[in-house]
């Protein structure tokens, strides 16, 4: 017999077989010496309750051989006499752009502007120490793109993305940890990525694809409304039957590009705010309904807000449990930061986006630079905060409690960004829109989170970089851009993904419709 039974069991319970496998026994009416194999099919937690709950599925086989685990293997032919395609950008869209090109029968080259991924931690590590900013090398720019030193969570908001599995299943071809298979949030972590990524860059190779790095993309060669190829900043000319564009959100110099070269872009609502920094013990104890941590045997603890207010969304985004706040500027005099955490989520820190909706007429006089105004409008508050941190990456931060009360704090609690902090009056720097959204939505959420709304927590600006606030338009069959045959733009930086898993599904479904448009036949999904 073999059977899969759900079981919802204390965390302790849920920790090991040892202490399940009476339990699976009991429900089968066996004994528990019979049960040749157990393998978890899936696993969350149910925090809803006082008492936690860890909901397991397992799947149980009595009596009979365990079969071998399914293993998934992918058909990464050799693709080196193939038509050539330009995968501009080696975050999640363009890698996930290349293996599915490959996968199909066609030849990616990659060029992305930064280093390879262990180069670029010698940057990132510069940067955490204040000693200068590389704008081509960075949190956002360089092999693995924003998803590398990342928190790695898997999952997305929206379920219509695609097909979610078969991406989990890339990353544990390429390595990654098999319980990202069975978990609600799967999570990687940033200790573990760059492993991956490297081994998603050597498939590429394998196949006899490219990744060429230190070449930033500076201009795309077009005729007659069709896309030729690109230009590197060193001047060389690649040319290619197609370009999949997926540059991300940070990468203004190509909406510049494109802008100036009249590539057709939208203006679009998109969101901003702050990250909110609280002691992961506090976040622990208001989820887990307790007053002493939580224990051996549950994860690092996390939360997901949302409210109204005054007609804009208010929301809590990409939340870090056990994590750090890291400087993810990409030019100079900008403050920008972001959230991540290692596998282990294990720092004393919890932390989150805390944004509010920007819709393209919220942004005042940035309008009169029409489509570009969104991305002048981050800019601008990116400006406001780096004049209002201190000395390069320091950043203006303000305690939870007296930003609400719209007061500067005369000190601040711990921190887990490492550069470190200037006490700076956040509510007063930020435009009114943001600010006094934010300030009603931490108002409401403290309500439905007992103690969340505390000066024990932090407020650090600023959380520009959620997502594009312009688009470049696409077929919506063909994902071809509206004017420009040949051009795939991509992932979140063209305003079709968000996160790490949409884009590189975004990434997937722009190679097999340019497959389909070379080999002139239809590829299913
Ligand atoms: P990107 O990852 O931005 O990749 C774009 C790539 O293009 C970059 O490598 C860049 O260098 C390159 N490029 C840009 N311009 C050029 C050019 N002109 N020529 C050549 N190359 C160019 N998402 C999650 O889902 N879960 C998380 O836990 C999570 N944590 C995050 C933590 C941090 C610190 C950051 C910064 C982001 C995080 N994100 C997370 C967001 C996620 O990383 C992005 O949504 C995702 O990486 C977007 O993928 P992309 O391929 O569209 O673009």
Redesign the pocket.
Known sequence: MNKEIALRLTPQEASSEVFYRPLVAKQLGVRPDEITGLRVVRRSIDARQKQVFVQLHVQAWVNEAVPVAETFTLGYSNVSTAPRVIV???????LFAALRLIELGLCPVV????KEVSERKKDVALLNRNQGLNPESN?????????T??????YTRSHKRGDIHKFLQVLCFHGADGDILVDTHPHVGTDKLPAVIKNIRQTILDAGGQVLFN????DLLIDDNTVQGVVTATGDRIEAQAVIL??????R??YHLLHRKGVALEAKTWAMGVRVEHPQELIDNIQYHTNQGRGSYLPAASYSFTTQVQERGVYSF?M?PGGFI?P?MTGPDEMVV???SASRRNSPFANSGMVVEIRPEDIGEFQNHGVMGGLMFQQHVERLCYINGGNGVIAPAQRLGDFVKGRLSFDLPDCSYVPGLVASPLHFILPDNMALRLRDGFKQFGKWADGFLTNDALVVGTES?TSAPVRIPRNADTLQHIHVNGLFP????AGY?????S?AID?EKCAERLAAIIFHKEISE
Do not use: Q, W
Not at 88 to 94: I, S, T
Not at 139 to 147: D, I, R
């Open positions: 501009v950008g080696a975050g999640p869209g363009g060029i992305e502007r930064g949190y956002a720019f360089g092999e693995g793109g924003a998803g030193f990342s928190d790695g969570k898997l070449t930033r993309m500076d997926a540059t991300g959100h940070s990468a110099d190509v990409c870090c890291v993810a972001n959230g991540m970089r991509c992932g979140e930086g993904a968000g996160g790490i898993a884009s990434g």
